[in-house]
């Protein structure tokens, strides 16, 4: 996620509607760009599950994945069972990165798969397309990439439209232009033999 862009927050006080609240999405913008030392200072700022969250990240990123998985299981513990759901499901997605990138991709899969639900729940396609990148990247079932004859850019488009992202949205969330986003489109319409979105979503649900 770039640096200052904003995230949405449901606080556990209201448990009611997601407002933005950009400073999180700093820090992990930062944490994201390598600037570590910046991110360490500003994460004083936050409190609660979502500072622990960044830390998990901090920790990672400082090549520390022990401690890194204590954090964000820390995190699990305390707003598991709807009490903050999207942050619960952001820290099972940076879980199941982390258990991943230590080789255990079976714990990873449960924790994504997991985090998929909830995002899927939620509404949130960008963090459910991630949660699908990462489930790819562990290798324990075909990819959807070979299975739907997509390259995973268009993978990623695809699964984005279908999570019912206009191509503004798209370009943003995937760093391209409109017409890289409209280009993949056509091609994806034409590799899968449909012409609407609607089609699109379906076709994805069949494979997924």
Known sequence: MPAGQATAVLGPERGGPFAPDPWPGLVEGLIAEGRLDEAESRLSALAGPQ??????????????????????VAVLDVVRGGVWPLEEGRALLDLGRLLRRTGRRRAAAER???????????????????CDQELEACGLEPPATVRLGLTPQELSTATLVAGGLTNRQIARELMISVKTVEYHISKIYTKLGIGSRVALAAKLGEVS
């Open 51 to 72: 500072s622990a969250r960044l830390r998990g990240l901090l920790l990672a990123a400082r090549n520390a994945p022990a401690a890194a998985e204590e954090s964000l």
């Open 112 to 130: 994504l798969h997991a985090a998929r639900a909830i995002f899927g729940k939620l509404g949130a396609a960008p963090l459910a397309a991630r």
